[in-house]
Nanobody, 114 residues
Framework: VQLVESGGGLVQAGGSLRLSCTAS????????MGWARRAPEKQRESVAA???????RYADSVKGRFTISRDNAKRTVYLQMHSLKPEDTAVYYC?????????WGQGTQVTVSS
């Protein structure tokens, strides 16, 4: 299983970014996918998740601002982020749950300046 993220960068507070994650080596359409983040000196936080059927859930800290979606034809999961805050600064990781294992991408840095 390989997960490749893209779309991170530097943005001002209040701005938007969209992260993408393309998966290979797995049956994508039925696999739960998610996004997690790790900020310096903080524990890893699960940000959003989407099931194979399209059900979603979000961390309270991002509800109403972030949207997770998936395009099974493109084997890609997205995280659309709006109204970004400095506390959203972190390395964002794509995650996949497949055949009983959890897989992580290499991560993409998101930095929100105040």
């Amino acid at each position: 299983v390989q997960l490749v993220e893209s779309g991170g960068g530097l943005v001002q507070a209040g701005g938007s970014l969209r992260l993408s994650c393309t998966a290979s080596g797995m049956i994508f359409s039925s696999a739960p996918m998610g996004w997690a983040r790790r900020a310096p000196e903080k524990q890893r936080e699960s940000v959003a998740a989407v099931t194979g059927g399209g059900s979603t859930r979000y961390a309270d800290s991002v509800k109403g601002r972030f949207t997770i979606s998936r395009d099974n034809a493109k084997r890609t999961v997205y995280l659309q982020m709006h109204s970004l805050k400095p506390e959203d600064t972190a390395v964002y990781y794509c995650t996949a749950f497949y055949l009983g294992n959890e897989y992580w991408g290499q991560g993409t840095q998101v930095t929100v300046s105040s």
